[in-house]
């Protein structure tokens, strides 16, 4: 399985937290990532999972596919839930896409990729494309298939 980490699109200031909306600029960062994605996808076996905050659901709507709402993604989530819900690197089939926050998208990117849950800054509306080690170990490094930000789209 394939794993997309993708960090939800630039929002609004402002509280509740949970309640912020993407800002103009963001619901377009979020259809140029999406779109950037969604070409590439395979036609079958993609999963889109959501933070049930409403900026990430918000990111997540424009891939225009059908995603579930995971409260373990929300932002208080740690390394060990997002790897633990995912199942990596056992989950073999398709692709999953993981729509969330920071620190924890950063940290989960660092840990699957060197083996340690470091501080990696992610930008808004950027992602990181995953593949299981060619091994299929849990010890060995993910592999990084792209990394793409939306300012490198607009």
């Given at each position: 399985m394939d794993l997309i980490l993708l960090r939800h699109?630039?929002?609004?200031?402002?509280?509740?937290?949970?309640s912020r909306r993407l800002t103009r600029r963001g619901e377009r960062?979020?259809?140029?990532?999406?779109?950037?994605?969604?070409?590439r996808l395979p036609e079958r076996?993609?999963?889109i999972l959501s933070s049930p905050t409403r900026r990430t659901r918000q990111?997540?709507?424009?891939f225009g596919r059908r995603y579930e709402?995971?409260?373990?993604?929300?932002?208080p989530a740690s390394v060990e839930d997002v790897i633990d819900l995912v199942d990596?690197?056992?989950?073999r089939d398709g692709v999953l896409i993981i729509v969330g926050h920071q620190p924890w998208i950063g940290e989960v990117i660092a840990?699957?990729?060197?083996g340690q849950p470091e501080p990696w800054p992610v930008r808004k509306g950027a992602f990181w494309w995953l593949s299981p080690p060619a091994d299929g170990s849990r010890q060995a490094p993910a592999r990084v298939r792209a990394v793409l930000g939306p300012d490198l789209l607009r």
């Amino acid at each position: 399985m394939d794993l997309i980490l993708l960090r939800h699109a630039q929002a609004e200031d402002g509280t509740p937290d949970a309640s912020r909306r993407l800002t103009r600029r963001g619901e377009r960062d979020a259809v140029l990532i999406a779109n950037w994605i969604v070409r590439r996808l395979p036609e079958r076996n993609v999963t889109i999972l959501s933070s049930p905050t409403r900026r990430t659901r918000q990111t997540a709507d424009a891939f225009g596919r059908r995603y579930e709402l995971a409260d373990r993604i929300g932002p208080p989530a740690s390394v060990e839930d997002v790897i633990d819900l995912v199942d990596w690197p056992d989950r073999r089939d398709g692709v999953l896409i993981i729509v969330g926050h920071q620190p924890w998208i950063g940290e989960v990117i660092a840990t699957l990729v060197t083996g340690q849950p470091e501080p990696w800054p992610v930008r808004k509306g950027a992602f990181w494309w995953l593949s299981p080690p060619a091994d299929g170990s849990r010890q060995a490094p993910a592999r990084v298939r792209a990394v793409l930000g939306p300012d490198l789209l607009r």
